[in-house]
């Protein structure tokens, strides 16, 4: 029984550790640099076929037409116009107000552990019905039942315990409401999420390997990723930066590349009671493979 218990406290000690890494880093990020410009921090998503620009976008957005076509690609699968929908892990607050401005729901609120960034998108978004929060999203500050719908993108992997998250994701959602989830994990970490997810409670309706599809993203992206990094950090932060952003040539982009690191999204339902999935009539050109 000794080693057990010991294995699980280490593994418990290592998970708080992890967590309080990325608050540090997502919390410097937001108070360092406050370009308005800087809206997300995800890897992306193109098509694989014909036209890689998934949608029309507004001119102001289409510098960042990537980063929201992952948003147009997780939350495309669910109409979510008229409804109340949360994102967990709203970051810098594009996708957040994405959803807002072009998915058209009832409200969206963005909830981030990380006070800095919060406080950023408060600042910088004026959207009806659109709104930031602090919270924790193993313990989110919200009622039982209170969402139609939960995103959740390129963030859970911060988690110290991704089980309490999905607990907490399907205590505020609605029945028959959906969680729409992407991130990235490691071949054997993939294998832990999808038990997670299996004794989450959560019906799963679709997993997809989006890995092809975020490469390229990233590899139309480059020189605009790169240019930013140049203009924001130091020279002697500089590699540090284009690793975090994915560009070409950097070890997480060749994890990608070599299998080592898969990309998947997913839709899941909460207790699947006869609310079939359906989508948004701006979502048919994205692919769409149920489970």
Not at 74 to 82: E, F, I
Not at 133 to 152: M, S, T, W, Y
Not at 176 to 182: M, T, V
Not at 213 to 237: F, G, P, W
């Amino acid at each position: 029984m000794k080693p057990n218990f010991l294995s699980t406290l280490f593994s418990s000690i290592l998970a708080k550790i992890k967590g309080a890494f990325w608050k540090l880093c997502y919390q410097h990020l937001a108070k360092s640099y406050q370009r308005e410009d800087w809206k997300f921090m995800n890897y992306g998503y193109a098509p694989l076929e014909g036209n890689p620009e998934m949608m029309p976008l507004e001119p102001a957005d289409a510098q960042e037409r990537y980063c929201i076509q992952l948003y147009r690609h997780v939350a495309g699968d669910v109409d979510l116009a008229g409804l109340e929908v949360l994102e967990i892990g709203s970051g810098r607050g594009g996708g957040a107000d994405y959803v807002a401005r072009y998915l058209k729901p009832k409200t969206t609120i963005g909830v981030d552990f990380a006070k800095d960034a919060v406080e950023f998108c408060n600042r910088n978004y004026r959207v009806d019905g659109l709104s930031f929060k602090v919270g924790n999203a193993e313990a989110l500050p919200f009622a039982d039942d209170r969402f139609d719908a939960v995103i959740n993108v390129e963030s859970s992997h911060c988690y110290p315990s991704v089980a309490a998250f999905l607990g907490q994701v399907k205590r505020v959602l609605r029945e028959g409401g959906h969680f729409l989830f992407a991130d990235m994990r490691s071949k054997a970490d993939l294998t832990v999420l999808r038990e997670q997810i299996r004794e989450s409670g959560l019906a799963l309706i679709r997993e997809t390997e989006i890995t092809p599809n975020v490469l390229r993203a990233l590899k139309l992206d480059n020189e605009r990723r790169i240019a930013m990094a140049k203009q924001m950090v130091r020279k002697s932060k500089l590699r540090n930066f284009l690793k975090f952003a994915g560009t070409e040539d950097t070890k997480f982009n060749k994890m990608l590349k070599n299998g080592e690191m898969v990309y998947v999204s997913c839709v899941l339902q909460k207790n699947n009671s006869g609310v079939s999935l359906h989508r948004s009539a701006e979502a048919q050109n994205t692919s769409f493979n149920l489970a």
